[in-house]
């Protein structure tokens, strides 16, 4: 979306909050904006959910023309939000413009697991309880996923499990898109997406790359991945593998990955890996909260490991950027001060990999929404896909209700 379009949205629903009802004309004197503009801003935000407008109005005598057309908020909707994590799992109840209302995490192992949507509903009511939320203003839902991911087919993964008898089925859930059972078990409309897909929407709809249309978001935690933006709309690739990066090849005689690939980055490209290199100098029980300590402390040991990390990262990142020519590249900020010094690597060894100019214009930053990005992302595509049931109060007939598809 536009920066000014964007702009002129948030100014109406500002001047909403504290003033509806107003008309569309009494919303450009207030804004001093053309009526064409107000309209077609209130056309899409009617279209979005964020709007209704009603034109009753007590006390006016039938007959006098065309009653005029009052705007109000509509009633404010919660999106559910279910993230698979490669060794927890994490229900959250989100505002469409991000706010985080409720969480609650457990451990959990996706891979030895037959279902996802089942726990992550039970972990969700355990988030509500007590929250005071009221669940029926939980309009939609969203499923991230570690995996990549099609609408439709759910992982294109090779059908094994690395934990259990190679000969079991695989888990169900990667074998299907679990998005409808998600949509069943809630009663609302629901979507999966690949989990740094939905962190690069974070970013770019409320972090690092707010406004830009162009952006490749880059994984760190618990492997390098990427989520790639490009004309404003998620890259998915045929099967959903866009951005999987951490399945470059490195050596073609490598480990067996979980890809099905051989000599993954993703083995030498992790904040385990990253672990493992600290540890001759550092107690063996050296965790990913201990890295992230040291790193804010500004330990120079664990800056070089990190920043070491970008710069095995840099290489195939600047091939990124001459496939993509992004705007930004926004590197995960769940490390937090640790993720500056991976920035610092991949900023020092780029230079030397890309043209002058693309070097120049391009915007090397951390995220700056950590571990929250997949679930304000969670909101923006909710937001952006029109995915909410039409609120069951306020005045919106739910007979309206639309259920968008995710656009590709
Ligand atoms: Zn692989």
Do not use: K
């Amino acid at each position: 979306m536009p920066d000014r379009t964007r702009a002129t949205n948030e100014r109406i629903v500002a001047e909403l909050e504290h003033a509806a009802p107003l008309t569309r004309r009494e919303l450009a004197t207030r804004l001093a904006l053309p009526v064409t503009t107000v309209t077609s801003a209130v056309e899409r935000l009617l279209l979005d959910g964020t709007l209704r407008e009603h034109t009753d109005e007590p006390g006016r005598t039938p007959g006098r023309g065309r009653p005029p057309r009052h705007l109000a908020l509509a009633a404010r909707q919660l999106v559910a939000v279910v993230v698979v994590g490669h060794r927890t799992l994490e229900a959250a109840v989100v505002t469409l413009d991000g706010v985080i209302e409720t969480r609650a995490v457990r451990p959990f192992d996706p891979r030895a697991a037959d279902d996802v949507v089942g726990p992550g509903v039970a972990l969700l009511r355990q988030a509500l309880d007590g929250s005071g939320l009221d669940p029926e203003e939980i309009g939609g839902a969203v499923l991230a996923l570690p995996r990549p991911y099609r609408a439709g087919a759910g992982s294109p993964w090779p059908a094994r499990s690395t934990i259990r008898d190679p000969a079991a089925p695989p888990p169900a859930w990667l074998a299907t898109d679990p998005a409808p059972a998600l949509a069943d078990a809630l009663g609302v409309p629901a979507v999966a997406e690949n989990d740094a897909n939905l962190a690069a929407l974070g970013e770019v709809a409320r972090g690092a790359a707010t406004g830009l249309d162009d952006v490749v978001y880059v994984d760190l935690v618990p492997g390098f991945g990427a989520g790639v933006v490009a004309g404003g709309a998620l890259v998915h690739g045929r099967l959903g593998f866009a951005g999987e990066l951490g399945h470059v090849q490195v050596d073609e005689h490598g480990p067996l990955c979980v890809c099905g690939n051989r000599g993954c980055l993703i083995r030498v490209a992790t904040v385990q890996h990253v672990i493992e290199q600290l540890r001759p100098t550092y107690p063996a029980s050296l965790t990913f909260e201990d890295v992230v300590g040291l790193a804010e402390a500004e330990d120079p040991d664990v800056h070089r490991v990190l920043a070491d990390l970008g710069r095995t990262l840099a290489p195939i990142l600047a091939t990124v950027c001459l496939v993509l020519d992004p705007q930004a590249i926004v590197v995960d900020g769940a490390l937090g001060a640790g993720s500056r010094a991976v920035v610092a690597g991949i900023r020092e060894r780029i230079e030397r990999a890309l043209p002058r100019r693309v070097f120049e214009e391009l915007r090397l930053v951390p995220g700056t929404l950590a571990d929250q990005a997949e679930l304000v992302g969670a909101a923006a595509l909710a937001s952006s896909t029109r995915l909410l049931r039409a609120p069951r109060r306020g005045g919106a007939d739910e007979s309206a209700a639309v259920a968008g598809s995710v656009p590709a």
